[in-house]
Protein backbone atom coordinates (compact mmCIF):
# COMPACT_ATOMS: atom_id res chain seq x y z
CA UNK A 1 0.00 0.00 0.00
CA UNK A 2 2.62 2.45 0.55
CA UNK A 3 3.69 2.58 -2.94
CA UNK A 4 0.15 2.77 -4.55
CA UNK A 5 0.56 4.52 -7.63
CA UNK A 6 4.08 4.84 -7.67
CA UNK A 7 4.99 3.13 -11.10
CA UNK A 8 8.63 3.76 -11.58
CA UNK A 9 10.06 5.34 -9.28
CA UNK A 10 14.02 6.05 -9.73
CA UNK A 11 16.50 7.62 -7.44
CA UNK A 12 16.96 11.19 -8.44
CA UNK A 13 20.72 11.72 -9.90
CA UNK A 14 22.14 14.56 -11.42
CA UNK A 15 23.37 12.67 -14.17
CA UNK A 16 20.02 11.15 -15.32
CA UNK A 17 17.93 14.39 -14.22
CA UNK A 18 20.16 17.39 -14.43
CA UNK A 19 17.68 18.79 -16.75
CA UNK A 20 14.59 17.47 -15.67
CA UNK A 21 11.53 19.23 -14.35
CA UNK A 22 8.10 18.50 -12.22
CA UNK A 23 5.20 19.98 -13.05
CA UNK A 24 1.91 19.37 -10.57
CA UNK A 25 -1.23 19.22 -12.63
CA UNK A 26 -4.08 18.49 -10.28
CA UNK A 27 -4.61 15.14 -8.19
CA UNK A 28 -5.42 12.99 -11.44
CA UNK A 29 -2.75 10.38 -10.48
CA UNK A 30 -4.54 9.06 -7.55
CA UNK A 31 -7.95 9.34 -8.97
CA UNK A 32 -8.17 5.14 -9.47
CA UNK A 33 -6.97 4.32 -5.78
CA UNK A 34 -9.81 4.25 -3.46
CA UNK A 35 -7.85 4.60 0.17
CA UNK A 36 -4.35 6.24 0.74
CA UNK A 37 -2.50 5.61 4.33
CA UNK A 38 -2.29 8.39 6.59
CA UNK A 39 -0.21 9.53 9.51
CA UNK A 40 -1.18 9.43 13.21
CA UNK A 41 -0.37 13.47 13.13
CA UNK A 42 -2.79 14.08 10.20
CA UNK A 43 -6.06 12.55 12.03
CA UNK A 44 -7.19 15.63 13.44
CA UNK A 45 -7.04 17.12 9.88
CA UNK A 46 -8.80 14.07 8.06
CA UNK A 47 -10.93 13.47 10.77
CA UNK A 48 -13.74 16.17 9.89
CA UNK A 49 -13.72 14.65 6.28
CA UNK A 50 -12.91 11.35 5.58
CA UNK A 51 -13.32 8.11 6.93
CA UNK A 52 -10.22 6.86 8.81
CA UNK A 53 -9.65 3.14 9.29
CA UNK A 54 -6.94 0.38 9.95
CA UNK A 55 -6.04 -1.48 7.27
CA UNK A 56 -3.84 -5.14 7.74
CA UNK A 57 -1.83 -6.41 5.44
CA UNK A 58 0.36 -9.79 6.84
CA UNK A 59 2.16 -8.08 10.09
CA UNK A 60 1.71 -4.69 9.15
CA UNK A 61 -1.13 -2.06 10.32
CA UNK A 62 -1.25 0.70 8.94
CA UNK A 63 -4.32 3.78 9.42
CA UNK A 64 -5.77 4.95 6.01
CA UNK A 65 -8.75 7.61 5.08
CA UNK A 66 -11.20 6.27 2.32
CA UNK A 67 -11.68 8.00 -0.88
CA UNK A 68 -13.86 5.93 -2.98
CA UNK A 69 -16.75 3.29 -1.99
CA UNK A 70 -15.74 1.29 -4.72
CA UNK A 71 -12.39 -0.25 -6.06
CA UNK A 72 -10.30 1.59 -8.02
CA UNK A 73 -12.47 5.02 -7.67
CA UNK A 74 -11.53 7.82 -5.93
CA UNK A 75 -14.77 9.91 -5.23
CA UNK A 76 -12.11 13.20 -3.73
CA UNK A 77 -10.87 13.88 -7.17
CA UNK A 78 -12.66 15.30 -10.47
CA UNK A 79 -12.36 13.83 -13.94
CA UNK A 80 -9.70 17.52 -13.96
CA UNK A 81 -8.04 16.19 -11.45
CA UNK A 82 -9.20 19.26 -9.08
CA UNK A 83 -8.88 18.07 -5.22
CA UNK A 84 -12.61 18.28 -3.89
CA UNK A 85 -11.44 17.87 0.00
CA UNK A 86 -10.21 21.03 2.28
CA UNK A 87 -7.30 18.52 3.89
CA UNK A 88 -5.10 16.51 0.96
CA UNK A 89 -3.46 14.05 2.74
CA UNK A 90 0.32 13.95 2.90
CA UNK A 91 0.66 10.52 0.92
CA UNK A 92 -0.83 12.60 -1.76
CA UNK A 93 1.23 15.37 -1.48
CA UNK A 94 4.57 13.91 -1.59
CA UNK A 95 3.71 12.54 -4.99
CA UNK A 96 6.16 12.18 -7.05
CA UNK A 97 8.92 11.60 -4.72
CA UNK A 98 9.58 8.96 -2.39
CA UNK A 99 12.47 7.69 -0.36
CA UNK A 100 14.04 4.23 -0.43
CA UNK A 101 16.44 2.72 1.58
CA UNK A 102 19.80 1.83 0.57
CA UNK A 103 22.57 0.65 2.31
CA UNK A 104 20.67 -1.81 4.89
CA UNK A 105 18.20 0.35 6.01
CA UNK A 106 20.39 2.45 6.85
CA UNK A 107 20.67 5.41 4.39
CA UNK A 108 17.71 7.01 2.11
CA UNK A 109 17.45 7.74 -1.25
CA UNK A 110 15.30 9.88 -2.95
CA UNK A 111 13.25 8.79 -6.00
CA UNK A 112 10.55 10.03 -8.16
CA UNK A 113 8.37 8.38 -10.74
CA UNK A 114 9.51 8.86 -14.33
CA UNK A 115 5.90 7.88 -15.06
CA UNK A 116 4.42 11.22 -13.75
CA UNK A 117 2.46 12.87 -16.40
CA UNK A 118 4.30 16.05 -14.89
CA UNK A 119 7.90 14.71 -15.28
CA UNK A 120 9.27 16.38 -18.52
CA UNK A 121 13.04 17.64 -19.75
CA UNK A 122 10.89 20.51 -21.49
CA UNK A 123 11.33 22.94 -18.82
CA UNK A 124 7.51 22.99 -17.35
CA UNK A 125 7.55 23.56 -13.32
CA UNK A 126 10.06 23.45 -11.31
CA UNK A 127 13.74 22.36 -12.03
CA UNK A 128 15.44 19.02 -9.82
CA UNK A 129 19.07 20.70 -10.59
CA UNK A 130 21.04 24.08 -11.13
CA UNK A 131 22.71 24.52 -13.71
CA UNK A 132 25.72 23.74 -11.81
CA UNK A 133 24.31 20.35 -11.12
CA UNK A 134 23.53 21.15 -7.73
CA UNK A 135 20.06 19.90 -6.04
CA UNK A 136 17.77 22.73 -6.55
CA UNK A 137 15.86 24.75 -3.66
CA UNK A 138 12.92 22.84 -4.69
CA UNK A 139 14.32 19.46 -4.22
CA UNK A 140 15.35 20.66 -0.90
CA UNK A 141 11.92 21.39 -0.19
CA UNK A 142 11.35 18.14 -0.94
CA UNK A 143 13.86 16.29 1.26
CA UNK A 144 12.41 18.27 4.18
CA UNK A 145 9.19 17.19 3.44
CA UNK A 146 9.59 13.68 2.90
CA UNK A 147 11.85 13.20 6.27
CA UNK A 148 9.42 14.73 8.75
CA UNK A 149 6.75 12.37 6.71
CA UNK A 150 9.33 9.46 7.58
CA UNK A 151 9.73 10.75 11.03
CA UNK A 152 5.71 10.62 11.44
CA UNK A 153 5.75 7.01 9.80
CA UNK A 154 7.64 6.14 12.43
CA UNK A 155 5.47 7.52 15.48
CA UNK A 156 2.48 6.06 13.36
CA UNK A 157 3.85 2.85 13.25
CA UNK A 158 4.43 2.23 17.16
CA UNK A 159 0.95 3.81 17.77
CA UNK A 160 -0.35 0.67 15.83
CA UNK A 161 1.82 -1.89 17.36
CA UNK A 162 0.12 -0.72 20.55
CA UNK A 163 -3.24 -1.07 19.28
CA UNK A 164 -2.44 -5.01 17.79
CA UNK A 165 -1.26 -5.01 21.54
CA UNK A 166 -4.20 -4.11 23.14
CA UNK A 167 -6.29 -6.25 20.46
CA UNK A 168 -8.63 -3.06 20.16
CA UNK A 169 -9.33 -3.50 16.16
CA UNK A 170 -12.06 -6.08 14.26
CA UNK A 171 -13.15 -6.50 11.05
CA UNK A 172 -15.48 -3.56 9.91
CA UNK A 173 -17.97 -3.02 6.66
CA UNK A 174 -19.99 -0.48 5.11
CA UNK A 175 -22.83 -1.26 3.76
CA UNK A 176 -24.88 0.84 1.36
CA UNK A 177 -27.27 1.57 -1.45
CA UNK A 178 -27.85 3.41 -4.72
CA UNK A 179 -31.46 3.48 -5.47
CA UNK A 180 -31.94 -0.60 -4.83
CA UNK A 181 -28.78 -1.56 -5.95
CA UNK A 182 -26.67 -2.87 -2.02
CA UNK A 183 -23.34 -2.58 -2.13
CA UNK A 184 -20.72 -2.98 1.11
CA UNK A 185 -17.06 -2.08 1.01
CA UNK A 186 -14.90 -4.01 3.47
CA UNK A 187 -11.08 -5.30 4.06
CA UNK A 188 -10.50 -2.63 6.82
CA UNK A 189 -10.50 -2.54 10.51
CA UNK A 190 -11.91 -0.22 13.22
CA UNK A 191 -11.58 0.02 16.96
CA UNK A 192 -14.02 -1.27 18.76
CA UNK A 193 -15.98 0.42 21.15
CA UNK A 194 -16.55 -2.65 23.89
CA UNK A 195 -12.86 -3.52 23.61
CA UNK A 196 -11.85 -0.11 24.41
CA UNK A 197 -14.71 0.59 27.14
CA UNK A 198 -13.01 -2.36 28.53
CA UNK A 199 -9.69 -1.59 28.43
CA UNK A 200 -7.93 -1.60 32.42
CA UNK A 201 -7.29 2.23 33.92
CA UNK A 202 -3.67 2.01 33.58
CA UNK A 203 -3.87 1.05 29.47
CA UNK A 204 -6.15 4.14 29.40
CA UNK A 205 -3.88 6.12 31.33
CA UNK A 206 -0.93 5.28 28.93
CA UNK A 207 -2.94 6.14 25.82
CA UNK A 208 -4.34 9.40 27.31
CA UNK A 209 -0.63 10.04 28.35
CA UNK A 210 0.65 9.67 25.02
CA UNK A 211 -1.91 11.62 23.11
CA UNK A 212 -3.22 8.16 20.81
CA UNK A 213 -6.63 8.30 22.97
CA UNK A 214 -7.35 11.04 21.45
CA UNK A 215 -6.55 9.41 18.09
CA UNK A 216 -8.89 6.71 18.40
CA UNK A 217 -11.52 8.60 19.36
CA UNK A 218 -11.03 11.02 16.01
CA UNK A 219 -10.80 7.38 14.21
CA UNK A 220 -14.13 6.42 15.83
CA UNK A 221 -15.88 10.09 15.00
CA UNK A 222 -14.68 9.84 11.35
CA UNK A 223 -16.24 6.74 10.39
CA UNK A 224 -19.51 8.89 10.22
CA UNK A 225 -17.72 9.91 7.17
CA UNK A 226 -18.83 7.07 5.18
CA UNK A 227 -22.39 9.04 4.63
CA UNK A 228 -20.66 12.24 3.42
CA UNK A 229 -18.57 10.05 1.09
CA UNK A 230 -21.63 8.28 0.10
CA UNK A 231 -23.45 11.02 -0.66
CA UNK A 232 -21.09 11.66 -3.65
CA UNK A 233 -21.33 8.56 -5.32
CA UNK A 234 -24.62 9.63 -7.96
CA UNK A 235 -22.51 12.33 -9.09
CA UNK A 236 -19.00 10.75 -9.53
CA UNK A 237 -20.74 7.73 -11.20
CA UNK A 238 -23.49 9.81 -13.62
CA UNK A 239 -22.62 7.54 -16.17
CA UNK A 240 -24.00 4.21 -14.79
CA UNK A 241 -26.20 5.31 -12.02
CA UNK A 242 -29.04 7.74 -13.24
CA UNK A 243 -29.89 10.72 -10.89
CA UNK A 244 -33.10 9.74 -10.02
CA UNK A 245 -31.82 6.70 -8.00
CA UNK A 246 -30.00 9.35 -4.84
CA UNK A 247 -31.69 7.63 -2.22
CA UNK A 248 -28.95 6.75 0.01
CA UNK A 249 -28.60 4.44 3.29
CA UNK A 250 -25.14 3.64 4.95
CA UNK A 251 -24.24 1.23 7.93
CA UNK A 252 -20.99 0.98 9.37
CA UNK A 253 -20.84 -2.69 11.15
Not at 138 to 166: D, K, P, S
Not at 204 to 230: G, K, T, W
Amino acid sequence: MQMLFYEDAVPVQGARHAECFVEMRGYGFCRGVNSVPLTAVEFRSAAGEYPIVFVQSGASLWPAVVLGLRREENLMVTEQGEWLGRYIPAFVRRYPFVFSAAAGDRQMVLCVDEAFPGFNRQGRGEPLFTPAREPSPYVGRVLRFLQEYRAQFARTRAFCERLQQLELLEPMQARFTVGTMPLSLGGFLAVGRQRLKALPGDALASLAAQDELELLYLHLHSLRNFESLHHRLPFAAAEALPAAEAEKRVTVH
